[in-house]
Every structure is written in structure tokens, then in C-alpha cells.
């Protein structure tokens, strides 16, 4: 098995949809390795989204990221990192599949709930952007 970072978004926790997205999690297969609550900083938000500065969303995805508490989680599965992509959707709601989490949560482009690791280095990356070694459960 390996891992991959989701974190479940602001608009997740501030309609209240944290444990039904939990629970799709789990029920797809995901053991949950660890887990907080974290409010980030801008600069925090900014490093985590640092490949997307200068887009024209970056500023208005750093005030979302910012806005209220996350969610970050260490996941793990079999290919945890593509099946996790699979598993939340397109990044467009409009766009994403039936029965993925951004299908069936996602409010829009921006706020759309999750946010899973796209490749296996960033996963690494990302895992220890918010979790030590000593908080990852086995
Ligand atoms: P991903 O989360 O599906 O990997 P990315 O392209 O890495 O998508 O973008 C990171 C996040 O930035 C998205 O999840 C979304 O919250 C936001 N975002 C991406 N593209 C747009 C856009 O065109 N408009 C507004 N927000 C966007
Ligand atoms: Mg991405």
C-alpha cells in the first residue's frame, strides 16, 4: 500500500459535510493514517499552492484556503494516490464523474471540497507539508 494527502477543504467543513466525506473516504477503501485540524496562514497557503502562483485563481484560492479551518489527512490504499484522484473528480464539478466526492459535494471550480495529491513525489511533498513521521500511524 502507499499514501497520499487529502485534505478536506473550507467549504467542506463550513457546510457541515466533514463526516459524509469521511465516510465516502472510508468506504472506498482508504485507511485513515492521520489526521487534524488546521487553520492556515496565508504564507502557508501560498508554499502548499506555490505551483499555482501567478495563475489568475491563485490570489482568490489562497483567501478560500485561508478562510476558515481544513482538514488534512494521510490516506492509505493500494495506489492511493491515482485511486484517491479517481475517487474525488475533476478539479470542474461540472466535469467530474458520478458517485466522486466533487460530483456530489463540490459547490464550484474553487470551493470543491477536496483536495488530493496528484503524483507520488508530491504526495511525499504534501504529507510532510503537515504531518512528522511520529504522527503518521501504521
Ligand atoms: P486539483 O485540486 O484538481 O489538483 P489544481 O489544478 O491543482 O486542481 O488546482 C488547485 C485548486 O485551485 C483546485 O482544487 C481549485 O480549488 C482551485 N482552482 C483550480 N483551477 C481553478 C479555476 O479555474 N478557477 C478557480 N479555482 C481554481
Ligand atoms: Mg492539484
Same mark, same amino acid.
Given at each position: 500500500? !502507499?499514501?497520499?494527502?487529502?485534505?478536506?477543504?473550507?467549504?467542506?467543513?463550513?457546510? !457541515?459535510?466533514?463526516? %459524509?466525506? +469521511?465516510?465516502?473516504?472510508?468506504?472506498?477503501?482508504?485507511?485513515?493514517?492521520?489526521? #487534524?485540524?488546521?487553520?492556515?496562514?496565508?504564507?502557508?497557503?501560498?508554499?502548499?499552492?506555490? +505551483?499555482?502562483?501567478?495563475?489568475?485563481?491563485? !490570489?482568490e484560492?489562497?483567501?478560500?484556503?485561508?478562510?476558515?479551518?481544513?482538514?488534512?489527512?494521510?490516506?492509505? #490504499?493500494?495506489?492511493?494516490v491515482?485511486?484517491?484522484?479517481?475517487? +474525488?473528480?475533476?478539479?470542474?464539478?461540472?466535469?467530474?464523474?458520478?458517485?466522486?466526492?466533487?460530483k456530489?459535494?463540490?459547490?464550484?471550480?474553487?470551493?470543491?471540497?477536496?483536495?488530493?495529491?496528484?503524483?507520488? %513525489?508530491?504526495?511525499q511533498?504534501?504529507?510532510?507539508?503537515?504531518?512528522?513521521?511520529m504522527?503518521?500511524?501504521?
Open positions: 500500500m !502507499n499514501k497520499t494527502l487529502a485534505i478536506l477543504k473550507p467549504d467542506c467543513i463550513g457546510r !457541515n459535510l466533514t463526516g %459524509k466525506v +469521511i465516510d465516502f473516504i472510508l468506504s472506498n477503501g482508504f485507511y485513515i493514517r492521520a489526521m #487534524k485540524m488546521a487553520h492556515l496562514t496565508k504564507i502557508e497557503a501560498e508554499e502548499f499552492y506555490a +505551483i499555482h502562483k501567478g495563475k489568475p485563481f491563485f !490570489n484560492l489562497i483567501n478560500f484556503m485561508t478562510s476558515r479551518p481544513c482538514i488534512p489527512m494521510v490516506l492509505e #490504499k493500494n495506489n492511493a491515482q485511486s484517491f484522484r479517481e475517487t +474525488i473528480g475533476a478539479t470542474d464539478p461540472s466535469k467530474a464523474a458520478d458517485n466522486t466526492l466533487r456530489l459535494y463540490a459547490e464550484s471550480v474553487q470551493r470543491n471540497t477536496v483536495h488530493g495529491s496528484d503524483s507520488e %513525489k508530491n504526495a511533498k504534501e504529507i510532510a507539508f503537515f504531518f512528522s513521521l504522527e503518521i500511524t501504521k
